[in-house]
């Protein structure tokens, strides 16, 4: 996203006119988030989008410890996602998206201080002086007891902060093979946890190191590549692919900061991943077919599984089922038949002939009737058979395989 780093060279309206503040319960269009040591650029943003014509707002978030530039709120979901299409419509916030922030600030005293200096009128230096002398009679006429109830409380109140302040033990972590690392996957849309792999690749090598499960604490070593950098991807059906860099030498400091923290004994980074939109276009990579059938494999549960929830999440979507093969010859065609099934082979299922775009045809249609056994309604999808016209590499190269696919085009959402 262009708009969620940038300076600003122009001279500004006071930033004080901008008070902190936190997000309440409730739905919020965003269009950009910043770490809680970047506040002042989440204002300098708001005061941009304000200039530019926009109502725009900025608010921390107390369970994702980020400051977020929102241009709307809504208490209803539905409605926040529809004024989110709608935000979207402008190039510049292609990529907004809902965010629910499911934690509110805690309940405020009557007055805060704030408001207290506010209603107050200023004083004369006499009327100060004088009440600076009267603080001090008070003070001598403190008894020694309340004085030693008072330092008690004080010294408790220090030692708490210090044991609590997660920037004490920050300071200790100098490389990553200190302690765990784990990733978290979020829906941006809900704010709901997704379960997905995660790659780590050498940045300076462009080599896969790890693969491994989100939500999973695993070690990382040092990758001998002279920088200790780091990109952590997120390629999950579904969303759209991310990619983050971390430092194995400095991973607090040489990150970019609004999305990772040390919690729980981990160094702990977030993706919060947006779904597809209109114009995407994605191969689901896990699906995978028995030879010469339009059945699939039993591995293609998951990526199916996660096109359904897709579908079942934004209820206006729509898409277009693309299937491919490698080859343009006729052959044999095995079809799912009276097997009830849709992952298994069996005496079921029924075998013909056809040309290889009929096979094309059979397996998206294999596809859109499993979503609609499922509850997604057909006018939702349409298919369209290629047979072998599309093929990515030549049909006898050792990458031939990747030539069989499905992809998914979304046509609404």
């Given at each position: 996203m262009n708009f969620l780093f940038f300076f600003l060279s122009t001279s500004l309206p006071s930033l004080h006119a901008y008070q902190q503040n936190e997000l309440a319960v409730s739905n919020y269009v965003v269009v950009a988030a910043y770490s809680i040591n970047q506040e002042s650029y989440a204002k300098r943003f708001v005061i941009e989008l304000e200039n530019d014509g926009h109502t725009a707002k900025y608010g921390l978030s107390r369970s994702k410890n980020l400051y977020f530039v929102y241009l709307s709120e809504n208490q209803n979901?539905?409605?926040?996602?529809?004024?989110?299409?709608?935000?979207?419509?402008?190039?510049?916030?292609?990529?907004?998206w809902v965010f629910v922030n499911k934690v509110g600030p805690p309940p405020a005293s009557n007055v805060t201080s704030s408001q207290a200096q506010a209603s107050e009128p200023e004083e004369t230096n006499s009327e100060r002086t004088k009440a600076d002398a009267n603080q001090s009679l008070d003070q001598e006429s403190t008894s020694e007891k309340d004085i030693e109830e008072n330092t008690e409380i004080e010294e408790s109140e220090e030692t708490s902060e210090k044991e609590e302040s997660p920037a004490e033990e920050r300071k200790e972590i100098t490389e990553l093979s200190q302690v765990g690392f784990k990733v978290n996957l979020y829906n941006a849309q809900n704010g709901s946890e997704?379960?997905?792999?995660?790659q780590l690749v050498d940045t300076e090598r462009a080599k896969q190191l790890k693969t491994f499960k989100s939500g999973e604490v695993v070690n990382i070593s040092n990758p001998n590549n002279g920088t200790g950098k780091l990109s952590v991807i997120v390629d999950n059906f579904g969303f759209r692919?991310?990619?983050?860099q971390i430092?194995?030498?400095?991973?607090?400091?040489?990150?970019?900061?609004?999305?990772?923290?040390?919690?729980?004994?981990?160094?702990?980074?977030?993706?919060?991943?947006?779904?597809?939109?209109?114009?995407?276009?994605?191969?689901?990579?896990?699906?995978?077919?028995?030879?010469?059938?339009?059945i699939m494999r039993p591995e293609s549960k998951f990526e199916v599984n996660s096109l359904i929830a897709m579908m079942e999440e934004n209820r206006d979507m729509k898409?277009?089922?693309?299937?491919?093969?490698?080859?343009?010859?006729?052959?044999?065609?095995?079809?799912?038949?009276?097997e009830p099934g849709y992952f298994k082979l069996s005496d079921l299922n029924k075998e013909g002939v056809g040309s290889a775009k009929e096979l094309s045809k059979q397996r998206a249609k294999l596809i859109k009737n499993l979503l609609i056994s499922e509850g997604i309604q057909e006018n939702r999808m349409e298919?369209?058979?290629?047979?072998?016209?599309?093929?990515?590499h030549d049909k006898n190269s050792t990458q031939a395989d990747e030539n069989v696919r499905v992809e998914i085009e979304i046509l609404e959402d």
């Open positions: 979901f539905d409605e926040a996602i529809s004024e989110m299409r709608k935000t979207r419509q402008n190039e510049r916030f292609a990529d907004a997704v379960s997905g792999n995660v692919k991310q990619q983050k430092n194995f030498f400095n991973p607090l400091s040489d990150t970019a900061k609004v999305d990772i923290s040390y919690q729980e004994d981990a160094l702990q980074l977030n993706f919060d991943l947006i779904r597809y939109s209109v114009g995407d276009f994605v191969v689901m990579y896990n699906v995978a077919f028995f030879k010469d059938a339009a898409i277009r089922i693309h299937g491919h093969v490698n080859g343009k010859h006729p052959g044999k065609i095995i079809s799912k038949g009276e298919i369209k058979a290629w047979g072998g016209k599309r093929m990515i």
